[in-house]
């Protein structure tokens, strides 16, 4: 009897298509492992984790009960009347900060100038920032470790630190956002402070007016700043800004979860915010929103001082920025806020200026519960014309908050520029005059205000400030 045998060959097919089947899962698994090395490889480039922790400081130990001062710089030939508004000098908060370092001071500045060869740098006027400098330079002495983010790829007295041990990132902003390092603050012990105007320049301790804080002992506020500082860190080399984020820089509090502290032992809600929109992590509140907040809670006055005031994107093509314009806007008509612009009358004044603050001042012409007034701030000598400096301020303050900042209010500077600014909220009804940091500035901004270095913007009269020629501004029509 003939054993009937099936044929090989469909075997042999079979075989085949399951060796093919195996190998197309290999291609697929060997695909996905390598899509997912290649996505964990670009999220490790985009953001350089650190292994150190933040010197054990965290949400649950940091302290909140801090001291904090308003610092100045006045120029020596400028005088105010004596209304009790003399605070700390710039220059002393700042080596007041030098004098309590023990293991590191994080400093971001948009200019590094302390040891100017400047003809101008000379005598009294170049003594402090030469010692500021000094004193940067000693930190390697004393093992306290000197980092610095800057935006300045051609520095010498940058290079100079790098010499005496600092460690310094360089961060492409034309690469990265278009636009340039505003940022001003430091970061000492991850406990200590300042934030304000003031750049590392030797003009900003001498010649120009600033105003910012030096906030001590103040761990939580201290290490929530230390994180955008983290973020800076991090770019140096890159040429893109990271669309993936290490937890280590997202934000630890924001316009809608503040920080409760204590300031001189006065309760307070204060919180971080930073620009442009690509530079805020995670739970970053951006400077506009931090603004628009601020004169959306405003009770009765917002009282701005600030360099320059331009509602543009001053590139090609220019465009209308009207973000703060629209918020001054409808702080004037909708709600009846008192609002103040103390704005610098300087050699770069932009002529558009005068059109866009007469354009705002239109709003309340014959218009009852609608206050704007606008002042141009000139420390230039009356008699001889000789510009003494510069009202380098750029702050806010309302009835219940204070905002200090990097920016002027032009529009560039929020869209491509890097910055941050600080919020401090608090209550009135203290017994004591100016004792919240509210009310100094708000005494601080009043002082200029009313000083005779101010010039009230006039319908038949445009202030000199630069040498463009300004349009005239236009006549306010009287009632029939």
């Known amino acids: 009897m003939d054993v009937i045998t099936a044929p090989s060959?469909?075997?042999?097919?079979l075989s085949r298509v399951s060796k093919t089947c195996l190998r197309q899962k290999c291609i697929v698994i060997f695909a996905l492992v390598c899509c997912f090395a290649v996505l964990v490889a670009?999220?490790?480039?985009?953001v350089d984790v650190w292994g150190e922790d933040e010197d054990g400081i965290t949400e649950e130990n940091c302290s909140k009960n801090c001291r904090i001062a308003l610092v100045e710089n006045i120029p020596e030939d400028v005088s105010f009347s004596d209304n009790g508004t003399a605070h700390v000098p710039l220059s002393v908060g700042l080596h007041t900060l030098l004098d309590l370092a023990n293991r590191s001071v994080e400093i971001v500045s948009?200019?590094?100038?302390?040891?100017?060869?400047?003809p101008e740098a000379s005598g009294s006027f170049a003594k402090q920032g030469r010692l500021l400098l000094q004193r940067l330079q000693g930190l390697e002495t004393r093992a306290v470790s000197l980092k610095v983010a800057s935006g300045l790829t051609e520095s010498a007295e940058l290079r100079g630190l790098e010499d005496h041990g600092a460690e310094v990132h360089y961060l492409?902003?034309?690469?990265?956002t278009k636009g340039h390092l505003n940022s001003s603050f430091w970061v000492v012990d991850r406990k200590h402070l300042y934030i304000g105007s003031a750049s590392m320049d030797w003009r900003s301790l001498s010649k120009m007016k600033e105003l910012g804080v030096v906030i001590f002992n103040c761990s939580c506020l201290a290490l929530d700043l230390h994180r955008?500082?983290?973020l800076y860190w991090q770019?140096?080399?890159?040429?893109?800004?990271?669309?993936i984020w290490s937890k280590r820089v997202t934000a630890l509090y924001n316009k809608d979860r503040a920080l409760p502290v204590l300031l001189n032992g006065t309760k307070a809600n204060v919180?971080?915010?930073?620009s442009p929109d690509v530079f805020c992590p995670k739970d970053r509140t951006r400077d506009i929103d931090?603004?628009?907040?601020m004169i959306q809670d405003a009770r009765r006055f917002v009282y701005i001082s600030i360099r320059d005031y331009l509602p543009l994107i001053n590139r090609v093509p220019h465009r209308y920025w009207s973000r703060i314009d629209g918020m001054i806007r409808e702080a004037l008509i909708l709600r009846g806020i008192k609002v103040r612009l103390l704005i610098s009358c300087w050699k770069q004044t932009h002529p558009l200026t005068f059109n866009f603050v007469w354009s705002l001042k239109s709003l309340c012409m014959e218009r009852d519960n609608c206050s704007l007034e606008v002042k141009f701030f000139s420390l230039r000598d009356q008699r001889n014309g000789t510009a003494r400096g510069i009202n380098h301020n750029k702050y806010m303050v309302t009835d219940s908050a204070v905002y200090i900042g990097n920016f002027d209010w032009v529009g560039n500077e929020f869209a491509y520029n890097a910055g941050a600014g600080l919020v401090i909220s608090q209550v009135q009804g203290q017994e004591e005059r100016n004792a919240t940091v509210v009310e100094q500035v708000k005494a601080v901004f009043e002082r200029d205000w009313y000083s005779h270095y101010t010039k009230t913007l006039q319908a038949d009269k445009v202030p000199e400030c630069s040498k463009h020629k300004a349009s005239q501004a236009p006549r306010p029509k009287t009632a029939s």
Not at 9 to 13: I, V
């Open 110 to 118: 948009s200019h590094w100038a302390l040891n100017s060869t400047d």
């Open 42 to 46: 670009l999220i490790f480039s985009a």
């Open 228 to 230: 955008i500082f983290s």
């Open 290 to 293: 931090a603004i628009f907040r």
């Open 271 to 274: 919180y971080v915010s930073s």
């Open 172 to 176: 492409n902003m034309t690469a990265l």
């Open 235 to 243: 770019l140096q080399y890159k040429d893109f800004v990271p669309s």
């Open 9 to 13: 060959e469909p075997l042999l097919f």
